[in-house]
């Protein structure tokens, strides 16, 4: 689904670089790619880490896996094929946000390593920073959450497909952060990923 089917097309530079962006907004750009299963807690961290980084005067856009899914990836289902489009076309936008400078908070279950993988290479493939940030909590706890009933309508046979019931996830082997959202609070969580990133001058 991802093949070059364009034909007669080249990419066109222009007269502003990466760092002339990034000087202008005073900030370098960054993906903090958030992976988890429903529920884990990849979206509350998300906007937790958003409204912080705003409150120290720091550009940051969250990419929201149920908010892609209502525009630009709408007409994808959650298929093997269709998940791995969804992080490819994702992956894509979160290298325009990050060349642009800014910290992009991308929040996908994204189960699959490979997919991953691929955006992580498509970033560190262009000079940009890729965080893997893994949201590690037990399927139990994901299913005694349940924000949105999903795993009860997935019991149920309502939902095929569905990640930890009859699909699999493959948890990240070597995640720049790692945090287990069922024994962490939120504000640790947090703390943990600005420490990454003072650390390792993502953020200054």
């Known amino acids: 689904m991802s093949e070059q089917k364009s034909t007669n097309v080249s990419w066109h ?4 670089s990466m760092q002339d962006r990034h000087n202008l907004i005073r900030q370098k750009g960054a993906t903090l790619w958030m992976t988890g299963l429903s529920g884990s807690g990849k979206s509350t961290i998300s ?19 149920d908010n892609i899914r209502l525009g630009i990836n709408k007409n994808l289902g959650f298929s093997a094929d269709d998940r791995k489009e969804n992080i490819r076309r994702i992956g894509e ?20 390593r490979k997919d991953r993988e691929e955006v992580r290479k498509i970033h560190e493939d262009s000079g940009l920073t890729f965080v893997e940030i893994f949201i590690d909590c037990s399927l139990e706890s994901a299913e005694e959450r349940d924000p949105k009933g999903l795993y009860k309508k997935a019991r149920n046979g309502e939902i095929k497909n569905f990640t930890g019931i009859d699909d699999p996830y493959e948890a990240p082997t070597n995640p720049e952060i790692h945090l287990i959202s069922d024994k962490m609070s939120l504000d640790d969580e947090v703390k943990t990923v600005l420490n990454y990133l003072l650390k390792h001058d993502v953020i200054i």
């Open 93 to 112: 936008v979160s290298k325009l946000f990050t060349d642009a400078g800014i910290i992009t908070l991308a929040s996908f279950i994204s189960p699959y």
């Open 47 to 65: 906007v937790a880490l958003e409204r912080t980084l705003f409150e120290k005067g720091i550009l940051s856009y969250r990419l929201d896996g």
């Open 13 to 16: 530079d222009g007269k502003v």
